[in-house]
């Protein structure tokens, strides 16, 4: 038997005062959820139109400090839509990193766009500028403003960095480099809100910053996304395409364009609005877990991953590296057979069939960080 697994279980179940099943990250709901669901219920504005929708808008701008956001169905869609303003086309390569959801490189596949990998920081697990730059110096060219790509001659128009388990990656340099090679940069923040660089909020930085309310996120609408901007023609072109397109005219809805049916249901929006109230509340403890992980995994020597400094970590996932891969094996199996739900990490997207043919360029961390890293429980302690 493993130790260190022994230890853990006593420890998690002591955190979480519970005998019970533990996973990674589950809601809590215990301010004004059921007031303002009844609401939207009882208004008869439970779909895409309703007072919520603006107000959980609104609350974003301000907590975040973007100065506009519109909000949608999913993550998923937002970074759809995102893509789409930053003007991804069909036949267009997006640079993006292969430690990350899924979701990431399906919207760009929705375009019919590729995703190209580059490797990860080893302590951000997000977009390692260093490795961006070596990549466009030697393998890309800048022709008439736009980059393309040497091998395959197709224009590389965005670069998605992911902010990893909530730890934001080096942003500030990856938007550098970015606009050196006209290339927009469109933030997957899905798992980081309440996460900040420099005293500024995740998904700020690049031209378009995407998060998520999945049920599993820091705080949830049932399911729910939103885009954030500071360019108000993005704004309006996302809000447009997230809601058919429809325009009205001489009492008559018409539609201009192919558009999605992408708006955030008032009803979500209530659960959103209810749930953001408490986010000083959910970031607070998250900070205390993960002070009193780190305390625990330093004492038995495995490494924690810490915010770095002048950042501020939502502590999503709480993550911790192995270095011996059986020991990493054996407390995963240990963890999972007592009910307490560990999990390495996605594998990574180069090695999903839709994406394997895809290139990728020098990823030894992201290689080595999947066969090490293992996320913990992480749910807010109620
Ligand atoms: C959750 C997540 C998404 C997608 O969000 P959904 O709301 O589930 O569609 C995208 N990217 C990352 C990194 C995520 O963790």
Same mark, same amino acid.
């Given at each position: 038997?493993?130790? +260190?697994?022994?230890?853990?279980?006593?420890?998690?179940?002591?955190?979480?005062?519970?005998? $019970?099943?533990?996973? #990674?990250?589950?809601?809590?709901?215990?301010?004004?959820?059921?007031?303002?669901?009844?609401?939207?219920?009882?208004?008869?504005?439970?779909?895409?139109?309703?007072?919520?929708?603006?107000?959980?808008?609104?609350?974003?701008?301000?907590? /975040?400090? %973007?100065?506009?956001?519109?909000? /949608?169905?999913?993550?998923?869609?937002?970074?759809?839509?995102?893509?789409?303003? +930053?003007?991804?086309?069909?036949? *267009?390569?997006?640079?993006?990193?292969?430690?990350?959801?899924?979701?990431?490189?399906?919207?760009?596949?929705?375009?019919?766009?590729?995703?190209?990998?580059v490797?990860?920081?080893?302590?951000?697990?997000?977009?390692?500028?260093?490795?961006?730059?070596?990549f466009?110096?030697?393998?890309?060219?800048?022709?008439?403003?736009?980059?393309?790509?040497?091998?395959?001659?197709?224009?590389?128009?965005?670069?998605?960095?992911?902010?990893?388990f909530?730890?934001?990656?080096?942003?500030?340099?990856?938007?550098?480099?970015?606009?050196?090679?006209?290339?927009?940069?469109?933030? *997957?923040?899905?798992?980081?809100?309440? %996460?900040? #660089?420099?005293?500024?909020? +995740?998904?700020?930085?690049? %031209?378009?910053?995407?998060?998520?309310?999945?049920?599993?996120?820091?705080v949830?609408?049932? $399911?729910? $996304?939103?885009?954030?901007?500071?360019?108000?023609?993005?704004?309006?072109?996302?809000?447009?395409?997230?809601?058919?397109?429809?325009?009205?005219?001489?009492?008559?809805?018409?539609?201009?364009?192919?558009?999605?049916?992408?708006?955030?249901?008032?009803?979500?929006?209530?659960?959103?609005?209810?749930?953001?109230?408490?986010?000083?509340?959910?970031?607070?403890?998250?900070?205390?877990?993960?002070?009193?992980?780190?305390?625990?995994?330093?004492?038995?020597?495995?490494?924690?991953?810490q915010?770095?400094? =002048?950042?501020?970590?939502?502590?999503?996932?709480?993550?911790?590296?192995?270095?011996?891969e059986?020991?990493?094996?054996?407390?995963?199996?240990?963890? =999972?057979?007592?009910?307490?739900?560990?999990?390495?990490a996605?594998?990574? #997207?180069?090695?999903?069939?839709?994406?394997?043919?895809?290139?990728?360029?020098?990823?030894? =961390?992201?290689?080595?960080?999947?066969?090490?890293?293992?996320?913990?429980?992480?749910?807010?302690?109620t």
């Open positions: 038997m493993n130790t +260190a697994s022994k230890r853990y279980i006593e420890f998690v179940r002591s955190l979480y005062s519970t005998k $019970g099943r533990i996973g #990674l990250h589950e809601p809590v709901f215990f301010g004004n959820e059921k007031k303002y669901l009844s609401d939207a219920i009882d208004s008869t504005f439970v779909s895409s139109v309703g007072p919520y929708v603006e107000k959980f808008e609104e609350m974003i701008c301000n907590y /975040t400090g %973007s100065p506009y956001a519109v909000a /949608t169905t999913n993550g998923t869609s937002a970074l759809h839509i995102s893509l789409i303003c +930053a003007g991804v086309e069909e036949g *267009d390569e997006v640079i993006t990193q292969p430690l990350s959801f899924v979701a990431t490189c399906n919207a760009i596949a929705y375009l019919n766009a590729s995703p190209i990998f490797d990860i920081d080893k302590d951000t697990l997000g977009l390692c500028p260093k490795n961006l730059k070596q466009l110096n030697q393998e890309t060219y800048v022709k008439n403003s736009i980059c393309y790509n040497k091998k395959t001659k197709k224009a590389v128009k965005a670069c998605v960095p992911m902010h990893t909530g730890h934001i990656c080096r942003i500030k340099e990856i938007v550098e480099i970015c606009k050196e090679f006209n290339i927009e940069v469109i933030e *997957d923040a899905a798992e980081s809100l309440g %996460s900040q #660089l420099d005293g500024r909020h +995740a998904g700020t930085f690049g %031209s378009l910053g995407i998060i998520s309310f999945n049920g599993n996120k820091i949830t609408c049932g $399911g729910g $996304g939103i885009i954030l901007t500071n360019n108000e023609d993005h704004a309006k072109r996302a809000k447009d395409l997230s809601t058919t397109s429809r325009k009205i005219s001489d009492f008559q809805y018409f539609h201009s364009e192919v558009g999605f049916n992408y708006r955030l249901p008032n009803i979500n929006a209530a659960l959103g609005c209810a749930q953001l109230e408490q986010i000083g509340l959910f970031l607070n403890s998250k900070r205390k877990l993960a002070n009193d992980y780190q305390e625990f995994f330093s004492e038995i020597g495995i490494e924690f991953l915010e770095r400094a =002048n950042s501020k970590s939502n502590y999503w996932l709480n993550t911790i590296f192995f270095t011996d059986k020991e990493r094996m054996d407390f995963l199996s240990y963890t =999972n057979e007592n009910m307490i739900e560990t999990r390495g996605w594998v990574l #997207l180069n090695k999903l069939d839709p994406y394997k043919a895809c290139q990728t360029y020098e990823i030894s =961390n992201a290689e080595s960080i999947s066969k090490s890293l293992v996320n913990i429980p992480s749910s807010v302690i």
